[in-house]
């Protein structure tokens, strides 16, 4: 079935058509212009033109957004830390009373109670600084691509409402130089450094200090594609 859409010019009386066979959906109208997607639910994700590449848009086959906003993870993360600073302060100080008060250590009865709590404590800070910092990154509105192609990859995604949600994204492209290999979306190894034996001269291991996001060729590395983190539409309140 074929679809006609009229786009009336800004500054003039011209007419712009747009013929298409099946669906076409357009999520957006601005600026005189209309913007056309397929599979990709409304988010955008392209890659890093070079001089042997151009600009690529990668498919989004799977997307899964989190139900909770940013702002929310961030305050319940705050919270969480809090307490267990406190909760943790106060079990230092039992901890350190019963130690001082107990002239021997009772192995059968196991650690004081103030020990669990201690334990505790510590566990809730870490859960509220993981949680911290991933309010960190969502609130940029950038892509993360994780160093494991079979995970997916994660961005904080302004919508209509104007409010930040956690999305996981599946992206997909098949290699633009070998049809018929997909490529793997990771970070790879951009810099680093190597740890010297100083006894043998031989290279003990390598740090990496810099990753670099890439859509790989698992058939050539040399036809991998930069993926561009910043380059989208996720921080512009639109529906997705």
């Known amino acids: 079935m074929k679809q006609q859409f009229q786009r009336m010019g800004d500054n003039s009386n011209a007419s712009q058509q747009i013929l298409a066979d099946g669906d076409v959906n357009a999520t957006s109208a601005t ?4 913007s056309l997607t397929g599979d990709n639910h409304g988010i955008i ?3 890093i033109p070079t001089s042997e590449e151009p600009q690529h848009t990668f498919d989004i086959p799977k997307k899964t957004k989190i139900p909770m906003p940013t702002s929310l993870i961030g305050t319940v993360s705050g919270v969480i830390t809090i307490a267990g600073f406190v909760t943790g302060g106060f079990s230092v100080n039992q901890l350190i009373d019963t130690l001082t008060a107990s002239a021997s250590f ?11 709590w201690f334990l505790g404590s510590m566990f809730t800070i870490a ?3 993981i949680g911290w910092s991933c309010f960190r990154f969502l609130r940029r ?11 997916r990859a994660w961005a904080g995604i302004r919508e209509g409402n104007g409010r930040t949600y956690p ?7 098949s ?8 490529l793997r979306f990771q970070q790879v190894p951009a810099d680093g450094y190597d740890i010297i034996n100083l006894e043998t001269g031989a290279r003990k291991k390598r740090v990496i200090t810099t990753w670099a996001p890439m859509a790989v060729c698992p058939r050539n590395g040399d036809h991998s594609i930069p993926v561009d983190i910043s380059g989208n539409d996720f921080d512009e309140a639109i529906p997705r």
């Not at 600026?31 to 209309?34: E, F, I, K, L």
Request: charged share 15%.
């Open 31 to 34: 600026s005189g212009g209309v």
């Open 141 to 151: 509105n950038v892509l993360r691509l994780p160093k494991r192609w079979i995970f």
């Open 106 to 116: 009772d192995v059968m009865s196991g650690p004081p109670q103030a020990y669990w």
């Open 45 to 47: 994700v392209t890659s």
């Open 175 to 182: 290699c633009p130089k070998c049809r018929n290999q997909k």
């Open 127 to 129: 859960i509220g600084l």
């Open 167 to 173: 999305y996981s994204l599946r992206l997909a492209m």
